[in-house]
Antibody, heavy 120, light 110 residues
């Protein structure tokens, strides 16, 4: 079955960098993209960005431009999300999800989520 | 402030029907497909509807979606207590070249 497995919870200090991995299985990684979504405590879903599993094409949310980098390793079917200069309001659960390509913007399935806490 | 507008909460009795609206603009809902997600308390969001009105395999026929102009609607019939969850709409915004979500709607089954 199609599955996305994310790396474990992280605790980071303000100003640090974060990398979360998302390993895909059960489908041809290069035929689809990966979207990243985050959810702050008690808040709604926030779309962060999308990366193609085929050619590395990316789209980023405007408020994260300059701090966010999405990459993939096609040899291991793994996507990575790097967020730099962390702030306390980056505390959230981070999800990856399989998505075809814009504008076909639906996400299925989702990874299990990675809790990231940013605190001094 | 979300790009797509949803009511913060809706409620209805078991067995009844409820609708959740999602309002956008010509650059997002007006020109792209809408999807809907259910997030039960403490769980990962799950895709309910894609391409405005299509259900993935395994999703109950009690869930249906529609779109008209710059608005979309999720309808849930035969409400069950297990439907209590947060529901989110999402789409692509062609002007901004980003994905967008609604702020979410909390469904209470009284």
């Amino acid at each position: 079955q199609i599955q996305l497995v994310q790396s474990g919870a992280e605790v980071k200090k303000p100003g640090a960098s974060l990398t979360v991995s998302c390993k895909a299985s059960g489908y041809p990684f290069g035929a689809y993209g990966i979207t990243w979504v985050r959810q702050a405590p008690g808040q709604g879903l926030e779309w962060m960005g999308w990366i193609s599993g085929h050619n590395g094409e990316t789209y980023y949310a405007q408020n994260l431009q300059g701090r966010l980098t999405l990459t993939t390793d096609t040899s291991t079917s793994t996507a990575y999300m790097e967020l730099r200069s962390l702030r306390s309001d980056d505390t959230a659960v981070y999800y990856c999800a399989k998505m075809t390509a814009p504008p076909y913007n639906w996400f299925d399935p989702w990874g299990q989520g990675t809790l990231v806490t940013v605190s001094s | 402030q979300s790009v797509l507008t949803q009511p913060p909460s809706v409620s209805a009795a078991p067995g009844q029907k409820v609708t959740i609206s999602c309002s956008g603009s010509s650059s997002n809902i007006g020109s792209n497909y809408v999807s809907w997600y259910q997030q039960l308390p403490g769980t990962v969001p799950k895709l309910l509807i894609f391409e405005n009105d299509k259900r993935p395999s395994g999703i109950s026929v009690r869930f249906s979606g529609s779109k008209s102009g710059t608005s979309a609607t999720l309808a849930i019939t035969g409400l069950q207590t297990g439907d209590e969850a947060d529901y989110y709409c999402g789409t692509w915004d062609s002007s901004l070249s980003v994905g967008v979500f609604g702020g979410g709607t909390k469904l209470t089954v009284l």
